[in-house]
């Protein structure tokens, strides 16, 4: 089963920021696993495969373009949300 994520965006594009629900891990996703994007705004899925994971930068491929991804100031790495849940924001560089 893949990661799941959110985006306002309407595409994985420079400056869209990707909030990923790593549920109760405490780590990111890591090499060779798939993270299904939802775009908010038309509810299309674009699935994105880890290449390379770090604490500050990960690096995922549609296939046809490699995206890295920095961490987003608005969230602070391993905080659980209210729910118990970590929810990390990546935005892409």
Known sequence: ????????????????????????????????EVVAVSHGTTGRITSL???????????????RRNFELKPHAITKPDVLDGDGRYRDAWIVA
């Open 1 to 32: 089963m893949p990661w799941t994520a959110t985006t306002d965006h309407d595409a994985v594009d420079s400056g869209a920021t990707i909030r990923i629900d790593r549920g109760t891990s405490d780590s990111p996703p890591q090499n060779g």
């Open 49 to 63: 495969t880890v290449v390379s994971a770090a604490a500050d930068r990960l690096e995922l491929t549609d296939g």
